[in-house]
């Protein structure tokens, strides 16, 4: 009988020192790198932590990363993130939106990715990986053509992307317009990963470049390279907008428009001779709606330049 009570005693105590203490399960040490992974400011970063911190710790977990079972969920949640990065940009997403569209747990997202940075980089590996491969075979082709006729493939090669989206590639739209936010997020992580993935091919192209135009001075090449650019990406992320403004009479995704009308205009631009010995002119400063210039100095009614004045209301 002493026997048998000096062993429930031992229990009542060991279970009593279990719940003075703290104890983290082995399966939620997993966790702890992402719980912590994200310190940045914001309302989004703070809601994303404390959902982490809601995981069970003998809770469902995803299946394996690697394996064949696991793999719809974990494309379930790529095409998820993908779709609200694009319409909410980085920042603008959380876990939990991404957690709710693709229909898992926050444990799953945890498993098969562990951060939503790392999970743009996956999305990133996805798209435009096999992007970028294509352009470079394209490329190298353009390498093999007269070099009269070299520009205008040049420039047609890059923007093939939008010859893709005509052709029926609608999945590559929500990439760029995920592109074109990246260069308003004040976060490293997008930009970085546009260098990572995308700054030996557009290094490239400039290369190319001032090859075929040895007349055109470097910071032309630069910035009719960054004219290039810029069309690209906001053809294809504001896509109705022609449409809209011409009431429907000319769109990107008729057929060959694009290619017709803007690659002709852009080879002119582009081939056009730089002027020698150049400089900016004070005089084509041109007034903000406050009145100001791009140096700052304002203007008269009458167009002439006079020194700043603090107004008052």
């Not at 379930?76 to 693709?102: H, V, W």
């Not at 896509?239 to 290619?259: A, K, Q, W």
Request: hydrophobic share 40%; net charge positive; with cysteine.
């Amino acid at each position: 009988m002493a026997a048998t009570d000096a062993v429930r005693l031992l229990r009542r105590t060991v279970f009593s020192f279990k719940r003075s203490i703290k104890i983290v399960a082995p399966d939620r040490l997993r966790y702890l790198p992402v719980m912590h992974a994200d310190r940045r400011a914001g309302t989004q970063r703070d809601e994303d932590r404390r959902t982490m911190k809601k995981i069970k710790p003998n809770g469902p977990v995803a299946m394996g990363r690697n394996t064949k079972a696991g793999e719809p969920t974990r494309l379930r949640i790529l095409d998820a993130a993908e779709r609200l990065f694009a319409e909410n940009g980085i920042d603008g997403t959380s876990l939990r939106g991404i957690m709710a569209a693709a229909k898992v747990s926050i444990s799953q997202i945890n498993y098969h990715f562990g951060t939503k940075e790392a999970l743009l980089h996956a999305i990133f590996v996805r798209r435009a990986v096999p992007q970028i491969q294509a352009r470079l075979k394209l490329l190298d082709d353009v390498r093999g053509v007269p070099p009269e006729q070299r520009l205008e493939e040049l420039v047609r090669t890059y923007f093939a992307p939008i010859e893709w989206f005509v052709a029926g590639d609608r999945e590559s739209v929500d990439f760029v317009r995920i592109l074109a936010r990246i260069g308003l997020d004040p976060s490293d992580a997008g930009r970085s990963m546009l260098s990572e993935f995308y700054d030996d091919f557009q290094h490239q192209v400039i290369d190319e470049l001032q090859g075929l135009l040895p007349e055109v001075a470097e910071a032309d090449i630069y910035w009719r390279w960054h004219c290039m650019l810029a069309i690209l990406l906001y053809s294809m992320t504001y896509v109705s907008r022609l449409r809209d403004v011409s009431g429907g009479r000319y769109d990107i995704r008729h057929g060959n428009e694009f290619f017709e009308h803007v690659i002709p205009f852009l080879v002119t631009a582009i081939r056009t001779p730089s002027r020698p010995g150049k400089k900016a002119s004070a005089a084509r400063l041109y007034p903000t709606p406050n009145g100001t210039g791009l140096s700052g100095a304002r203007r008269s009614p009458s167009g002439k330049r006079r020194p700043n004045a603090t107004t008052s209301a």
